[in-house]
């Protein structure tokens, strides 16, 4: 379907136009019927009508009003709000809605990372989220420890969710082509969550990541009291060698240590 209205690049809109990728996203949703499923910029709806056949409680969050207006007209019955995706306050959303979410989305590429930490964030109130996002984002969600892509963000994925990359897709189902490559994700929230203070956490993993060509000993020195070293192994460690379980254990330890 051609876009209604010209498509803003600095919103990331890049429209889907190949039907059959559309049922594979709609299709990859774990929901029943009954679910609250929430699509994150829908556009001009290429997924929004696929969901509203199966989801009549879909909720859809855009930031552009001439999408809101196209949609509301197209579909009256659909709970569309004019927002940006970073404000929303997923605890809210859920409480009014009844229960956990399913989020569904061809993301706004611009903003792909600070909505994957916002949504890891809010883990507790989030059942799955099924993404289309640019595939070098999608490789670095499930990149193992050890490999060139293994960051921050591999970490708090595979920490907070189980990130699973479902399929590729190719830049030219889009109108315009964006000038990368896609992929498909789905995030799964039901891991038992660790016990261990996430604040702490978030700050070891940022620490060691920003200077992650330093040995643990060094780069996380600034986290531990004076005169107390790290031990070994983690102090011979670089980031990228600690799998997101070994993170856990280590801010135990320094919990322990500095408490
Ligand atoms: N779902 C449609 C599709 O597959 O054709 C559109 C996907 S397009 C890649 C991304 C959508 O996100 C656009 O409709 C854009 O207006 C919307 N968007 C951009 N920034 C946003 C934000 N901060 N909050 C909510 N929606 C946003």
Do not use: C
Request: glycine share 4%; net charge positive.
């Amino acid at each position: 379907m051609a876009a209604p209205f010209r498509p803003r690049k600095r919103l990331g809109q890049h429209f889907l136009v190949d039907p059959n990728i559309a049922r594979k996203i709609v299709a990859a949703l774990q929901a029943a019927p009954e679910d609250p499923v929430v699509e994150i910029g829908p556009g001009t709806g290429a997924l929004t009508g696929l969901l509203l056949e199966r989801y009549p409680h879909l909720t859809a969050i855009e930031i552009d009003p001439r999408a809101v207006a196209e949609l509301k007209a197209r579909w009256p019955e659909l709970d569309v709000r004019q927002e940006d995706v970073l404000k929303v306050n997923w605890a809210e959303l859920a409480e009014e809605k009844g229960g956990r979410l399913h989020v569904v989305g061809n993301l706004p590429y611009y903003i792909t990372s600070p909505i994957l930490f916002a949504l890891l964030d809010a883990r507790e109130a989030l059942a799955e989220a099924v993404l289309m996002m640019q595939r070098e984002v999608a490789e670095r969600l499930v990149a193992p420890p050890g490999s060139k892509t293994y960051g921050i963000l591999s970490v708090a994925a595979q920490l907070w969710a189980t990130p699973a990359l479902l399929f590729p897709v190719s830049r030219h189902v889009f109108r315009p082509k964006p000038r990368v490559e896609s992929a498909v994700v789905r995030l799964t929230f039901e891991r038992p969550l660790p016990d261990v203070d996430p604040e702490l956490l978030r700050q070891v993993i940022r620490t060691a990541f920003n200077q992650r060509r330093k040995t643990l000993r060094n780069s996380l020195r600034r986290l531990l009291p004076s005169g107390t070293p790290l031990p070994d192994p983690w102090a011979q460690a670089r980031a990228e060698d600690l799998s997101p379980d070994d993170y856990v254990a280590l801010t135990r330890w320094l919990h322990a240590t500095t408490a």
